[in-house]
């Protein structure tokens, strides 16, 4: 089973079934106008091969471990940043938004984001780069398609220009490699933006959901907030709750830095991780009041409505 939420990431809103912490995580999983069930980070948000395809009779897993080696670098960067209440380093910083940015494009939305729109702006870049042979062949190197010489990726771009790269978009590898294409490029928008770290108050936790990287816009002069706009749009803000006591916060020209906030305003970002869940929500305790405010505010924003630009142009 692969997990397009990890399993180290979910056990961070996970509550302990005792005081030890050694013992076996818990985690309470929310759906609209459900019952609230009892799991484990191991039984959640996985779906069998889904980032694998058949390739020659065998199983292609090379996404599949991609991501498994950025989980590794980022299963202990987030903990430590937590307990020690510091900023990440450089490189810290370089892995966290590479993961943040995947998170976008891994998950069942942003699969379906990837045949619908990441998969096609993608085929348009590639089909604006097969103008330059230099730049065609050093763009099929990054996403690390199947392509192995520069005298195959020569036939590759004039097929291209000849009307012939549909095959190519069509094709499970590059699909594949979209999405981490796309969370790559998600993750350099977030590297220039200002990161603070907010830390929940006594007696108040962040949940996290199947869609957890959260953006917003508001139009000047408009109170009227539109959430999950692309990270590039003007004065966007985007949100990450990392665990249950710390949610990140990012946009341009924010002042960095760590703090705590009040419980007004955790309740106000957990409602936004509502409004932006696909299905679900995750949390480390089972709410009543969190089950009636999901029913109220849950699953709002279809992929239908989003608007998701990348250097001005809409994906």
Same mark, same amino acid.
């Given at each position: ?5 990890? &399993? ?26 459900? +019952?609230? @069930? ?11 091969? /889904? ?15 991609? /991501? ?14 937590? #307990?020690?209440?510091? $900023?990440? !380093?450089?490189?810290?910083? $370089? ?24 998969? *096609?702006?993608?085929? @348009? ?10 730049? /065609?062949?050093?763009?099929?190197? !990054? ?13 590759? #771009? ?12 069509? @094709? ?27 830390? +929940? *108050?006594?007696?108040? &936790? ?33 949100? /990450? *709750?990392?665990?249950? !006591? ?8 924010? !002042? ?10 955790? #309740?106000?970002?957990?409602? &936004?991780?509502?409004?932006?869940? $696909?299905? #679900? ?35």
């Amino acid at each position: 089973m692969h997990h397009y939420i990890p &399993r180290f990431y979910l056990a961070g809103f996970a509550a302990h079934s005792s005081k030890n912490d050694k013992s076996k995580p818990l985690l309470w999983v929310y759906e609209k106008h459900r +019952a609230i @069930r009892c799991s484990t980070p191991e039984a959640e948000a996985c779906q069998k091969d /889904f980032y694998s395809f058949q390739d020659g009779g065998a199983r292609n897993v090379e996404v599949e471990g991609w /991501f498994a080696r950025l989980e590794g670098q980022v299963s202990s960067i987030i903990p430590e940043l937590v #307990r020690l209440r510091r $900023e990440p !380093t450089g490189p810290e910083r $370089e892995w966290l938004a590479l993961f943040m940015g995947t998170m976008q494009t891994r998950t069942p939305m942003g699969r379906r984001l990837s045949d619908e729109r990441f998969g *096609p702006a993608t085929s @348009r870049l590639i089909k604006e780069a097969a103008a330059d042979p230099a730049r /065609f062949r050093e763009l099929c190197m !990054t996403m690390q398609a199947d392509i192995p010489d520069a005298e195959m990726a020569e036939e590759v #771009r004039k097929d291209i220009l000849a009307g012939r790269g549909e095959d190519l978009e069509a @094709r499970p590898d590059f699909k594949l490699a979209s999405i981490v294409e796309v969370g790559q490029i998600v993750a350099d928008v977030l590297m220039e933006m200002g990161w603070r770290f907010i830390h +929940a *108050p006594q007696a108040h &936790r962040f949940i996290t959901s199947d869609n957890p990287l959260v953006s917003e816009a508001s139009e000047p002069g408009s109170k009227e907030i539109h959430f999950r706009m692309g990270v590039n749009l003007p004065n966007v803000a985007v949100w /990450f *709750p990392l665990t249950q !006591t710390v949610c990140l916060i990012m946009q341009k020209g924010l !002042t960095p830095g760590i703090g705590t906030t009040s419980g007004f305003v955790a #309740r106000c970002i957990n409602k &936004r991780i509502m409004i932006c869940a $696909e299905r #679900r929500i995750y949390a480390g305790e089972h709410s009543a009041g969190l089950q009636a405010a999901f029913n109220r505010h849950g699953c709002q924003v279809p992929i239908e409505t989003l608007d998701l630009r990348y250097e001005g142009q809409k994906i």
